[in-house]
């Protein structure tokens, strides 16, 4: 997605080799006309599937699963990230390492909104090791709904979460790709249709 590529180049800070911040547009604050053609360019890849249902994980997930929940005419839900067990209802769960923080933590979804009837899309903004994709994965095969793919905003291809997820035979679709950045200079991939 080309609009979006221009804006990382602008405006994406690369923090270390590992890193890439885009808090002026995507992250913290957030550039609602883009989200939206983010939202557009899900429905342009995935739109032919008979998806209804958009996941992901709350924060920074949330307003692009939005933006392609509308572009789709779906709901869309966010796992909840919990540290206790303590649950009020009945949820799917799954444990998630986080490799930046070192801790395992508990991310989940109510048994009322998602079952075995379901077709679902994950969205989310990085993909990156895929330690939280996994675990949403694992929540939608607990779930016993049919995952049809993946959609990430920005991927880090040179971290395993792509390959982790091909290797359970999902389809993933990123709108940027990034093969390798250092300061100044991010270089992308090109797109191949999920
Ligand atoms: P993932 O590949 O499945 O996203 O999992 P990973 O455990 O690698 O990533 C941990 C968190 O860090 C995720 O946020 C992910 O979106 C975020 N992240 C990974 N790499 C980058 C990066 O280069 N830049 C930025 N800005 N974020 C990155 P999260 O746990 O979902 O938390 P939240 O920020 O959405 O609340
Ligand atoms: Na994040
Ligand atoms: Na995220």
């Given at each position: ?64 699963a939005m933006a392609a929940a509308i572009a789709l005419g779906v709901p869309f839900i966010y796992a909840k990230k919990k540290k206790a067990v303590t649950l009020s209802e009945a949820v799917y769960s799954a444990p998630v390492h986080s490799f930046t923080r070192q801790e395992e933590y508990l991310i989940s979804i ?85």
């Amino acid at each position: 997605m080309k609009v979006l590529q221009e804006r990382i180049r602008q405006e994406g800070l690369i923090l270390s080799d590992t890193v890439l911040k885009v808090d002026s547009f995507l992250n913290h604050q957030v550039d609602t006309e883009l989200a939206l053609q983010i939202g557009q360019e899900f429905k342009r890849v995935f739109g032919h599937l008979p998806i209804n249902k958009i996941i992901t994980i709350e924060a920074s997930g949330i307003q692009f699963a939005m933006a392609a929940a509308i572009a789709l005419g779906v709901p869309f839900i966010y796992a909840k990230k919990k540290k206790a067990v303590t649950l009020s209802e009945a949820v799917y769960s799954a444990p998630v390492h986080s490799f930046t923080r070192q801790e395992e933590y508990l991310i989940s979804i109510s048994q009322k909104y998602l079952g075995s009837g379901d077709k679902v899309l994950i969205v989310d903004d990085f993909l990156a090791t895929g330690a939280a994709l996994i675990g949403l994965v694992d929540i939608v095969n607990e779930a016993g709904a049919e995952l049809l793919g993946v959609g990430c905003v920005i991927e880090k291809s040179f971290q395993e979460g792509r390959s982790l997820l091909e290797k359970r035979g999902i389809p993933v679709y990123s709108l940027a790709r990034i093969a390798s950045m250092a300061p100044g200079e991010v270089h992308f991939i090109d797109n191949n249709p999920a």
